[in-house]
């Protein structure tokens, strides 16, 4: 039943709009109040997987008409294939062919591949939409129902086609997370430790805390997602279209897309992101001044989350390949994110692609 909520309010630099993250356990049960309070029209449509549908889509759409709306489920299928133009031109077919306009405010309930989705239809429809993000997994809630940027995947590669458009609210219920596969928990486990790592090593210490009973306490479980949600919006207000601030977000992933794309994409990106910080935090040790000690403490935090399981069978030079292709697309330089000190990034342009590698080589040994 509800609890406190927390808030976090987004402004975007040189924009009058803003909007609203709340957390709070059974929050999903006063979604109809929050929607009112946007003077959204009646008519409403909900994005959802077929599995989290199946889960909360009854559930969602009954308190919606409790609250004197008239939604409209609409389902695709669950995981990345749903990110696809295809799906994109059905469900906007579908919207028309109920009555749709643009007013109308789309609710995307589900990970970041429905927001991802729901976010991109919106920011098209009738030439933008209203949307709402309702996150299922601890991934969306504290990394993709943030910031505002939407994707589709084209058959060359992930999250080729998008836009940024901001969501009117996002409304996080961590009671969605009881459902959640563990390896789904890890992938958003593996956000929450980045946030804690480039902005606040208090934030590690209470994790380090909590760890043993995280997902059953449910109020401390909202104040970690509310602390690693803050810490996302925080650098995404500060700068929305990706200059350097943002790309301290990129810690640990340079070295984890790499082994995501070596591993043909078996490998879940929680686990290639674990990895790429546990080879980060050792490269900063070597390059930018981390002390050993805390460096040791990281890795320690990486692996008693169980993040840092065992790698698919990988070959070096495929990873090297996935690197060397990462570099030429930013440029130059191959851009690292490495910590000073804990809670203390650096962008460092030049690491050895070969010191990377053994880094790396050495973390899944
Ligand atoms: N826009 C951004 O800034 C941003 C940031 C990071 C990632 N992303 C995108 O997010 C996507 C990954 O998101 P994800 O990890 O949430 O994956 P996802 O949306 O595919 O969800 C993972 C799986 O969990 C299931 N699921 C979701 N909620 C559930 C629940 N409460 N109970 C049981 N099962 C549930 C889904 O059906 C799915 O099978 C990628 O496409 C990535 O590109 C976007």
Redesign the pocket.
């Known amino acids: 039943m509800q609890s406190q909520s927390r808030a976090i309010l987004i402004t975007l630099p040189g924009r009058e709009q803003r909007y609203r993250v709340l957390i709070g356990p059974g929050l999903r049960f006063d979604l109809g109040s929050h929607l009112k309070a946007l003077d959204l029209p009646p008519r409403l449509f909900v994005v959802s ?1 077929r ?2 549908a199946g ?1 909360y889509g009854g559930q969602v759409t009954g308190v919606l008409e409790k609250a004197g709306f008239s939604p409209t489920l609409l389902e695709v299928s ?3 294939r749903a ?1 696809t133009w295809p799906v994109v031109q059905r469900l906007a077919r579908d919207l028309l062919a109920q009555g749709a306009d643009r007013r109308t405010c789309l609710i995307a309930l ?7 989705l729901s976010g991109f239809l919106a920011s098209i429809f009738m030439r933008g939409a209203p949307f709402i993000q309702v996150p ?2 601890l ?2 809630m504290v ?2 129902s943030l ?1 505002g ?3 589709i995947n084209l058959p060359e590669g ?2 080729l086609l998008g836009t940024f458009h901001q969501p009117r609210l996002v409304l996080t219920d961590p009671e ?2 009881d ?3 563990p390896k ?1 928990r890890r ?1 958003g486990l593996a956000e929450i430790l980045k946030h804690g790592f480039i902005r606040d090593p208090d934030l590690l210490t209470r994790l380090e805390r909590l760890r043993p009973r995280l997902f059953q306490d449910r109020e401390a479980l909202a104040d970690i997602i509310h602390r690693a949600a803050a810490i996302k919006a925080e650098v995404v207000a500060a700068d929305e279209r990706e200059a350097d601030l943002r790309r301290i977000l990129n810690f640990g992933h340079t070295l984890g897309h790499a082994l995501e794309a070596a591993s043909r994409y078996r490998l879940a990106h929680g686990q290639a992101v674990a990895f790429g910080m546990l080879a980060a935090l050792q490269l900063s040790v070597s390059l930018a001044g981390l002390s050993p000690g805390a460096a040791a403490y990281g890795q320690r935090l990486i692996k008693d989350f169980d993040l840092a399981r065992k790698l698919p069978n990988l070959a070096m030079g495929d990873v090297l390949a996935a690197l060397t292709l990462d570099k030429k697309r930013e440029g130059q330089n191959s851009v690292f994110v490495l910590l000073e000190e804990l809670g203390k990034p650096v962008i460092y342009p030049d690491v050895p692609l070969s010191l990377a590698a053994e880094f790396l080589q050495a973390g899944w040994a």
């Open positions: 997987d599995r989290v889960l669950p995981g990345e990110k589900g990970g970041g591949v429905v927001g991802d299922t997994t991934l969306a990394d993709a910031g940027k939407t994707a992930k999250n969605f997370l459902t959640l596969p789904e992938n």
